[in-house]
């Protein structure tokens, strides 16, 4: 496991309303350099929602964000630009340009930042390529690819501009428990090759025992558990329990 540093993200009391509905009542929680930090709870409970906060995306009801020692909901669109590109991002689905290949879908954020043609790009590709186990398939568009490899695809294109962070959201999301695994080992690695720190969205309880160096557990857009997996596995707690072993409450 991960020897954590100090803190990167720091949120403080914070909210987010869209609409009439209350996403976030107040989370508080830091995230420190290094580690693993996975985030369990149902559908709807403002996990997502929490990762867009985070990188900016969408602007917080109030409450604080602290990321590598800046207030991220003072800053404006072009202050954010800096703020986004220290965090990588694995959506859900992969997220690649069905009309891009592999190499080109990888290349992406590195154009996006301005970067030329070169051969410290060319390497830059084939390192992270490498990496993920698809050195030679970056000629390749993602429809050739089956659905683990799309997500190893999304991975390098998530750490090629070496990020301080990378976020996953339900990186395992709709794969069989063999690829699952893969992406769960390979989500380690890369957290130990890069030295980054990395937020884990899943539902994945296999996930949470084999990548996660603490969890959080939210319900009713607070965190109602935070502690290490073992603690996570033994609470005596009735909602996590239900939720960690996947009973149904009838009286709900």
Avoid: W
Avoid at 42 to 61: D, E, H, Q, R, W
Avoid at 73 to 87: A, D, F, M, V, Y
Avoid at 102 to 113: C, D, G, T, Y
Avoid at 193 to 211: L, P
């Amino acid at each position: 496991m991960s020897t954590a540093g100090p803190p990167f993200i720091s949120v403080r009391n914070l909210h987010k309303q869209i609409g009439d509905q209350q996403i976030l009542r107040g989370i508080n929680l830091t995230i420190r350099e290094g580690e693993n930090l996975v985030i369990i709870g149902g559908s709807g409970t403002g996990k997502s929602v929490f990762l867009k906060l985070v990188m900016g995306l969408i602007p917080a009801t109030s409450g604080s964000i602290i990321v590598d020692n800046t207030e991220i909901t003072t800053l404006n669109e072009r202050q954010l630009g800096p703020h986004r590109r220290k965090i990588g991002m694995l959506f859900q689905d992969g997220a690649l340009f069905d009309s891009l290949t592999v190499a080109e879908n990888v290349a992406f954020p590195l154009r996006e930042s301005g970067m030329k043609d070169s051969p410290d790009m060319h390497s830059r590709i084939h390192e992270v390529l490498a990496a993920v186990g698809l050195a030679d398939h970056g000629h390749k568009l993602p429809a050739a690819l089956s659905g683990g490899m799309r997500k190893r695809a999304a991975l390098a294109r998530a750490v090629v501009s070496r990020p301080r962070c990378i976020f996953y959201d339900e990186p395992t999301a709709g794969l069989d428990p063999i690829v699952s695994d893969s992406i769960d080992r390979l989500i380690r690695r890369t957290q130990l090759h890069y030295r980054c720190t990395s937020v884990v969205v899943t539902h994945d309880m296999r996930s949470v025992r084999s990548v996660a160096d603490r969890v959080v557990y939210f319900r009713d857009g607070l965190i109602h558990f935070e502690g290490s997996p073992d603690q996570l596995f033994s609470s005596t707690d009735p909602l996590v329990r239900q939720f960690v072993e996947g009973h149904c409450d009838e009286d709900e």
